[in-house]
């Protein structure tokens, strides 16, 4: 059995028999006025975050939510995307549709709002989406690529690429370890199938980001998710696991590289009033601004007594200039 397969029969059985303990984050910091969860997608809520940004859904986006699930966040996607089709949820499990599908009906007697309709569930995997090229706005998963080896995350990333619209975006929620996971725990199928042994470093975890052509990386939240104790894992140290929330975009590669933004600010201290890099970048005396990582490192090493870069805060929204 292939660790692919493993981690179907795992999740056939917690869609039937759900899971409440199988992940930490078992639940959504979203609020949304007039939203009702139904308590059966709450206890199916196998996430590490969230990817259900507000400002991420503007404009009425076309979502493709890759591994459906308990539904919980197809739902949340459909209360931005009130129309039929509006979000497309693709998963392998026969049995996870099913449950997803039960759940969806419950929260339409429970939300005047929301139609079932407004959701399509396809049967299909990461390596192969069903929709076509070049034709949604945003595509969505949560904790469901961790469970890949590294090279069939670089597939499954090619494949959100391949569907994503020019300047479209894809939005994850993954752990990601603090070193490098050891290799007897990344052989163990049931612990990659929680979640676990998947994790990759955050270096390799956006390097293979970028590796599948996305020219911007912006990090939504960074966050502890999980303890793995030397003496349970066989670990000469306990190994922390973090939970990471990302938005990337499906914009070029700039010829200097990637920009990925992780809450840097570049301040200018003086003496004049402004300082200009003639590189895009305008700092205001005394007024902090939103850098790429990238930028930051080029602005600290050219100007190191010009310049204020602050630490990375692991949480950006937007704004700022790269």
């Not at 049931?190 to 975890?205: K, P, V, W």
Request: hydrophobic share 40%.
């Amino acid at each position: 059995m292939t660790y692919l397969e493993s981690a179907a029969e795992f999740y056939s059985q917690v869609a039937e028999t759900p899971d409440v303990g199988l992940c930490c984050v078992q639940s959504t910091p979203l609020q949304l006025p007039g939203l009702v969860v139904p308590p059966q997608m709450q206890e199916m809520n196998y996430g590490c975050g969230t990817t259900v940004h507000p400002t991420e859904l503007s404009g009425d986006p076309t979502v493709l939510y890759v591994g459906v699930g308990g539904g919980l966040e197809a739902l949340q996607f459909s209360y931005f995307s009130r129309r039929p089709g509006a979000v497309v949820a693709v998963d392998p499990v026969a049995e996870m549709r099913k449950a997803a599908a039960r759940n969806l009906d419950i929260a339409a007697q429970e939300n005047e709002w929301f139609d079932p309709n407004f959701v399509t569930i396809k049967e299909g995997d990461a390596f192969a989406l069903p929709v076509a090229d070049n034709s949604v706005d945003v595509v969505a998963q949560n904790c469901l690529f961790n469970i890949f080896e590294p090279a069939d995350l670089s597939r499954a990333l090619q494949e959100t690429y391949r569907v994503l619209k020019p300047g479209g975006r894809l939005v994850m929620s993954d752990p990601i370890s603090t070193r490098p996971m050891p290799e007897h725990l990344q052989q163990d199928d049931r612990l990659r199938a929680m979640c676990l042994s998947g994790a990759l470093t955050y270096e390799q975890y956006i390097q293979r980001i970028i590796h599948a052509g996305f020219g911007q990386v912006e990090v939504r939240a960074r966050r502890p998710y999980r303890l793995l104790d030397q003496k349970n894992y066989s670990l000469d140290q306990h190994l922390l696991l973090e939970s990471l929330d990302s938005v990337s975009f499906k914009v070029d590669i700039p010829e200097d590289g990637a920009c990925v933004f992780t809450g840097k600010m570049a301040v200018y201290t003086g003496p004049h009033e402004y300082f200009d890099d003639q590189a895009g970048h305008i700092l205001s005396l005394g007024i902090p601004l939103a850098v790429c990582d990238k930028t930051a490192a080029k602005l600290a090493k050219a100007h190191p007594q010009a310049i204020m870069v602050t630490e990375s805060t692991w949480y950006y929204d937007g704004g700022g200039c790269c």
